[in-house]
């Protein structure tokens, strides 16, 4: 059964930095794209990065650009969301999904998206 593990939430203050991982379970994460979604209260669940398959590559949401990283170990069978000049507008539950069909190319619309963890809070405050 394919299974996606968030952790690596927490509490941080303003400038700060979080590692955010997404283990799988019953699949291979280089075997098809990762992304990352934020939802914060009272608002709708965004696209925050992506990673693809076949090259490694990236994309991220411009709210986070230059700020978050998103990378795989694939000997972890895990992907990684790295988050650094963390900012309170960053507060939200961190969720990771992966596709059940396969993408080449991902992009960060969770309607794309059929797996999903269980989500990870980070809240970023003084």
């Known amino acids: 059964q394919l299974q996606l593990v968030e952790s690596g939430g927490g509490l941080v203050q303003p400038g700060g930095s979080l590692r955010l991982s997404c283990a799988a379970s019953?699949?291979?994460?280089?075997?098809?794209?990762v992304g990352w979604f934020r939802q914060a209260p009272g608002k709708e669940r965004e696209g925050v990065s992506c990673?693809?398959?076949?090259?490694?590559?990236?994309s991220y949401a411009d709210s986070v650009k230059g700020r978050f990283t998103v990378y795989r170990d694939n000997a972890k069978n895990t992907v990684y969301l790295r988050m650094n000049s963390l900012k309170p507008e960053d507060t939200a539950v961190y969720y990771c999904?992966?596709?059940?069909?396969?993408?080449?190319?991902?992009?960060?619309?969770?309607?794309?998206?059929?797996?999903w963890g269980q989500g990870t809070q980070v809240t970023v405050s003084s």
């Open positions: 999904a992966a596709p059940e069909r396969l993408i080449t190319l991902c992009r960060l619309s969770f309607k794309e998206y059929e797996y």
């Open positions: 019953g699949f291979t994460l280089d075997s098809n794209a």
């Open positions: 990673i693809n398959s076949i090259d490694g590559s990236t």
